[in-house]
């Protein structure tokens, strides 16, 4: 499989970025797709398609939220000879209540059921909260701010690093075993927001502070920052998950694809600190 370019959508995201990254460091070929990448690519112009699948025989799907891209997109690269796809998904699809839709759960359940459909081989990454929402995600700026306010209370969540979801996608991509396989993916153990930000001014040398508000505090301050109030809400809505501790579960999907524990949140914290991600 590995002759042949292997093709990365959103290479320029938290995780195609670092499949891009482990790919090359095993010195293989690599064709990044993009809006900005080497090879560009926008999921809502078919056009750039078929010249990001040429001569590619793997591929690393990374979807649209809220769209059926996916589906149109397969039977196309399985005409294009693709033979090997991995598909990013999410946490919770399966789980009955465990966010409200807005379309984004029913364009997963379509993708998965489109890769599952395609005739070749496929795996299926479904990572919880990635750990590198402090760094470079939702909570970042918040974080380097030192004080981070969420309607989140004390749930908790297995906070999983973006470096393993990322080696588990390689793994899939070029080794054999992993055909028809699932992997829901975490960390070690559920972390609370105070664990995190504890976690994090340990490494980072300085003190970072987590404040829980209700749901109508923190939509009101999003509204005075200037969110739309629907946007606003809609953003609550995403924190609820974490807010009920439906993300505190912890799975096995990085020991079975790689044969070792994931790395705890506290190792994220200690190399983002080393590597200078919460400078301001």
Known sequence: MTEHPILVTGATGKSGRRVVGQLRAKGLPVRTAARNGECTFDWTDRGTWDAALEGVRAVYIVQLDGTKLVRPFVERAVGHGVGRIVLASGRGIDVPGYA????????LVDSEAAVRESGVEWTISRPGWFAQNFSEGFFADAVRAGELRLPAGDGAAAF???EDIAAVVVAALTEDGHAGRIYELSGPRAVTLTEAVAAISGAAGREVLYVPLSVREYVAELVRQGWPPADAEAFADIIEPLREGKDA???????RALGRPPRTFAEFAESTAAAGGWQA
């Open 100 to 107: 409200k839709d807005g379309g984004v759960l029913e364009g």
């Open 249 to 255: 579960y912890v799975s096995d999907g990085v020991r």
């Open 160 to 162: 999983v690093d973006a």
